[in-house]
């Protein structure tokens, strides 16, 4: 099984490229957001690889970091989504932005990705949201404005939430959602209100 890869960017394509391992070009599908990160024709490359091997064929799929890699995975657990349906969504969501619309239960934001409907995206934000775990928290993908610092009274609002007994990922989805409505200079008691509010609390 192929883990990464470092070699020559020969060629490049809608969804794949080819690299060129001494001497040996390896045909890699790519999201949109991966090709458009890649270094010009003739430069040194890295990916990392997800290997599928069928009956009928080996793919390689190639991300530019571990941390899109394990996105890919995360989103092919979930029943109708193939490897095309989730290179589509994370060709145009980065693994920050994806978390935040499970978070959200923003199936809107989801069903943006070719090939993806409304109900697509709805069992993907519906089966990934307690599974999602410290992919979605944890430093690599990151929780965005929420947890960057620059808007306190939003931290300090899920960190409420989470005082209270709701799951993090809950709190997160509910706050973003709360400061959609109220804006982004909303208070944190307003916030933790309006969070509560979306809980059913």
């Known amino acids: 099984m192929f883990a990464k890869l470092t ?4 060629s490049t394509a809608d969804d794949r490229t080819v690299i060129d391992v001494n001497g040996v070009g390896y045909l890699v599908f790519c999201s949109a957001r991966t090709l458009d990160r890649l270094p010009m ?4 490359a890295v990916l990392h ?3 599928h091997v069928r009956e009928d064929h080996i793919n390689l799929y190639g991300f530019g970091d571990d941390g899109e890699r394990q996105w890919f995975r995360l989103l092919i657990t979930v029943q109708g989504v193939g490897a095309r349906h989730a290179m589509a969504v994370l060709g145009i969501l ?12 923003d199936k809107a934001t989801i ?8 109900k697509l995206a709805q069992r993907i934000a519906s089966e990934l949201k307690d599974k999602i775990g410290d992919l979605a928290l944890g430093p690599a993908a990151g929780l965005g ?12 609002a899920v960190s409420v939430l989470v005082n209270l007994g709701y799951r993090r ?3 997160h989805g509910a706050v973003a959602h709360a400061r959609r409505e109220l804006g982004q200079q909303a208070a944190t008691e307003d916030l933790v209100k309006a969070g509560l509010k979306e809980l059913g609390a």
């Open 169 to 171: 990922t809950e709190a």
């Open 94 to 105: 980065s693994p920050e932005e994806l978390a935040q619309a499970i978070a959200a239960q």
């Open 49 to 51: 690889i997800e290997t």
């Open 41 to 44: 024709q003739g430069e040194v």
């Open 111 to 118: 069903s943006r990705a070719s090939g993806v409907g409304p």
């Open 145 to 156: 404005p929420i947890e960057a610092g620059d808007e306190p009274a939003a931290a300090d």
């Open 7 to 10: 070699g020559i960017v020969d």
